[in-house]
């Protein structure tokens, strides 16, 4: 039993092995056998025994005209071996039109010459299919259109057909205006590592079911490649765009696919003198391992256009697509090189480690990129038009209606060293989500004295924006001010998430950041910005309907010394909510916040919304240094505000002073919180103007505070005014209010309500140094005022003392509580208790 087994399983084996044989057989026959055989039109074909040579003459020529027509029955051509055109009438030929009709495939191993027809034009046409062979070669002077097509349509609307008939006595000298498919699925076109190329300034094309390339080189220098696939009846057209389908019309696959190895990467490649374009049209789309390049070689020369068009998807695996920035060893080093541009249209986008690069070189200007799709997703995309030396970058633009995700991708749009005044190229996503994880997004620029060109905008609108460790951002870096950074512009109809990324811009001018969305959240050191090095930052504009700010999330402003910022404005229709600290790489905590921080004037901060609530050590601060500009301004407009558990409002604009103005329709609560104003230089501090509609609750060790720490300088070193408003209830528990000054007057405290309590707090407008000083003012006007165990202090130690004037129908103190306006060497000062109402 065991012995007629073996003896089946090696009969088996057998079978299978002569059943390979012949697929062996044919592989290697395809590149040793040559057959071309006339099928009519009075194509000759002649062939010397021994002779590589199969000589082609006769033809048909309607009229003595330049349309030349052949017909094979076969059309193969084997290695080492030639199929030669000859002219053997002497006419001017422009289009040598061939079909091949015995069904066969035509296998391209060897050489097709044309050169005896110079400048003509080579169709060749196989419903049957075409392959071309590693060792196949085009020796043509004109362009070379290889197609599975079932006719060729001529401008005068006859046909070439592929079959013989009756319309062959019909044929013309009108030029080639289509390809035609007649068949339901229309046969492959195939390139297996041939090095196929054409002449300066003339087009290769392959039009046909699915095209494939494997390991090969397409080369048309400074002329055109069409790579064309068509899954169904229709026709391709001859334009001056390159070659389209019929809208209607189905279309197959294009497959490139280049060796793992860099020499056996699939190349089309279209560069000479000025670029030419490379135009692929097909259904589905594969591209792995594959570099297409256009690019100039020859001084204020343009490349060629890169058009990428699939009806269901296209996809890419380390893929370069570049028409601009050549590495040339050129007589002239500046010479001015334009990118052509690139153009990617399709339902579905799937890319990994995809280049497409447009950039200029020197005088010369990039190229646009303009991608149109369903769906894009992409990893290691890199994407760049730039413009070198007095060239500019162009326009990126990626529109999609569905979502967008890259990663670990970097979108640039960036303009070299002196622009010489170019426009700055603008970068564009429109897409229904969009999200960026490990992203950059930028628009940059370097410029010298001589230039004051800036960066180009960047402008979002989309569904949604997700932001995961990315950036999106412009700036300038130039010698001479004021140079504009590019602006920002985000608009999502549902949210914004910036998670451990930024939007920035930076500049001598600093763009300005503008942001439109529902819900807007900034985390882990997510954060909006603007600076500038050499004018003023650009301002910051949000209008959502909520607004989080958490683990260090943050808006800012920055300048440095003797610079501006800008202006934060922020319109939340529902909330804003700004809580905890965040953590950076390198230890250091930084609380959830807004902030301005200027060398010189820093700009202000205004914040509109029915509920704020900043918590857990968040804040929002003004920092600038002596200006004799106006005074930056915090100021809130808002419904609620709750200030919890080590949050805190400051002003710290040591120049002109600059206020903090809160306007609350019912609530302010200040729990473990602070608002401050400060000033050590030589002018007042802030002031604080609370008002409330209903009440104002400062407690558990909060602080209000307008002080000045600056040294004594008679009438210059005055702590500012504070004013407490409420429509009902002012209660302060265990906190201060102070007004204070170390070297000039003390402030005015007001707090004015219907009813006003203190426990365990304390008001103060004291000083503490020299002789010409007062303390300062504390008023005190409701219908109802409580004091217990709280001081209300204007004291003064070298001058006089201050002003409490308190206002009340009823007003209670007990025993702990304290009021003073003593003075410990002048005179003093005045206490005045009255009833009103």
């Not at 001010?481 to 001598?508: C, E, H, K, M, Y």
């Not at 050590?617 to 709750?642: E, F, H, K, Y």
């Not at 949050?647 to 002109?656: D, K, L, T, V, Y």
């Not at 000054?741 to 503490?768: C, E, F, H, M, P």
């Amino acid at each position: 039993m065991d012995k007629r087994s073996s003896i089946e399983r090696s009969v088996w084996m057998l079978r299978i092995i002569l059943g390979l044989l012949p697929l062996v057989w044919v592989s290697v026959s395809l590149g040793q056998t040559t057959s071309i055989t006339s099928s009519g039109l009075n194509t000759q074909v002649s062939h010397g025994a021994g002779q590589p040579n199969y000589d082609i003459t006769g033809g048909t020529r309607p009229d003595n005209g330049t349309n030349l027509f052949h017909s094979f029955g076969d059309f193969s051509v084997g290695t080492d071996q030639a199929a030669r055109f000859l002219n053997d009438s002497g006419l001017a030929t422009s289009n040598i039109l061939s079909r091949v009709t015995g069904g066969h495939v035509s296998n391209i191993f060897g050489e097709i010459n044309t050169t005896n027809f110079p400048g003509a034009n080579l169709y060749l046409i196989n419903p049957a299919g075409v392959l071309f062979g590693p060792t196949a070669t085009l020796n043509v002077s004109g362009s070379v259109h290889v197609s599975t097509a079932d006719y060729l349509r001529l401008a005068d609307g006859l046909r070439f057909n592929a079959i013989p008939g009756p319309q062959d006595t019909l044929l013309s000298q009108a030029p080639v205006v289509a390809f035609g498919f007649l068949q339901a699925h229309p046969r492959p076109i195939t390139v297996q590592g041939s090095q196929l190329s054409v002449a300066e300034g003339k087009g290769l094309s392959l039009v046909g079911g699915d095209v494939r390339i494997t390991k090969g080189t397409l080369t048309a220098p400074g002329g055109q490649v069409n790579l064309v696939s068509l899954a169904g009846r229709g026709e391709a057209r001859v334009s001056p765009e390159g070659i389209t389908i019929a809208g209607w019309t189905s279309r197959g696959q294009i497959v490139i696919k280049g060796g793992t190895e860099p020499e056996n990467v699939a190349r089309l490649d279209t560069s000479g003198a000025a670029g030419g374009a490379i135009v692929l049209r097909g259904g589905k789309l594969s591209l792995v391992r594959a570099e297409f390049t256009t690019q100039a070689k020859v001084d204020n020369q343009t490349g060629g256009t890169i058009v990428v068009e699939a009806t269901k998807s296209a996809t890419f695996d380390t893929v370069g697509l570049r028409t601009g920035e050549s590495n040339l060893d050129l007589s002239d080093p500046r010479a001015s090189l334009n990118g052509g541009t690139v153009s990617l249209t399709a339902p579905t986008v799937r890319a990994a480690n995809l280049t497409i690069d447009t950039s200029g070189n020197w005088d010369g200007l990039a190229g646009d990129v303009a991608i149109n799709v369903q769906t894009l997703s992409a990893s290691n995309l890199n994407l760049s038009n730039s413009g070198s030396h007095s060239s500019a970058s162009a326009n990126i633009s990626i529109q999609a209606s569905g979502p967008v995700t890259l990663r670990n991708s970097g979108i640039g749009s960036n303009e070299g060293f002196d622009s010489g005044g170019q426009n700055p190229g603008h970068i564009t996503v429109r897409a229904a989500t969009l999200m960026l994880e490990r992203t950059r997004m930028s628009s940059f620029s370097v410029l010298d004295s001589g230039s004051d060109a800036g960066a180009g905008d960047i402008a979002i609108d989309v569904g949604r924006l997700t932001m995961l460790r990315s950036s999106i951002r412009t700036e300038t870096v130039t010698l001479r001010f004021p140079t504009q950074a590019g602006n920002i512009g985000v608009s999502a109809r549902d949210a914004i998430l910036i998670d451990g990324s930024r939007i920035a811009t930076f500049g001598n001018l600093g763009g300005s950041i503008t942001l439109s969305t529902p819900h807007l959240t900034l985390n882990h050191l997510g954060s909006i910005s603007t600076g500038s090095d050499g004018a003023r930052a650009g301002d910051v504009s949000v209008n959502v309907r909520t607004l989080n700010m958490l683990n260090g999330g943050r808006i800012t402003g920055d300048a440095d010394a003797g610079n501006l910022t800008g202006n934060i404005n922020i319109v939340a229709s529902q909330s804003i909510s700004i809580a905890g600290v965040g953590v950076d790489n390198l230890g250091n905590q930084l609380p959830s916040g807004i902030s301005m921080f200027s060398g010189a004037r820093a700009g202000s901060i205004h914040l509109v919304t029915p509920t704020m609530r900043l918590a857990d050590g968040a804040t929002v601060r003004v920092i600038g240094r002596p200006s004799d500009q106006a005074p930056s301004d915090i100021v809130l407009d808002v419904g609620r505000l709750d200030i919890l558990r080590g949050a805190r409002i400051e002003n710290s604009s040591f120049g002109i002073n600059g206020s903090v103005v809160i306007n609350a329709a019912k609530s302010i609560t200040l729990d473990h919180g602070t608002i401050k104003t400060v000033s050590d230089g030589n002018v007042p501090a802030g002031n604080v103007h609370l008002h409330a509609g209903k009440s104002i609750l400062i407690r558990n060790g909060s602080l209000i505070s307008a002080d000045n720490t600056g040294p004594y300088i008679a009438d210059m070193n005055n702590a500012g005014n504070i004013a407490i408003r409420a429509g009902k209830n002012v209660v302060i528990r265990d906190s201060t209010v102070s007004a204070k000054s170390q070297g000039g007057n003390g402030g005015t405290i007001l707090v004015d309500a219907k009813y006003v309590a203190l426990r365990n707090s304390q008001l103060t407008t004291s000083v503490s140094r020299g002789p010409d000083t007062v303390g300062g003012r504390i008023v005190v006007d409701a219908k109802h005022v409580t004091l217990r165990n709280s001081q209300l202090l204007s004291t003064a130690t070298e001058g006089d003392g201050g002003t409490i004037h308190i206002r009340s129908r009823a007003f209670h103190k007990d025993a702990t509580s304290v009021i003073d306006v003593s003075s410990e060497s002048g005179t003093d000062g005045t206490v005045t208790i009255e009833s009103r109402y």
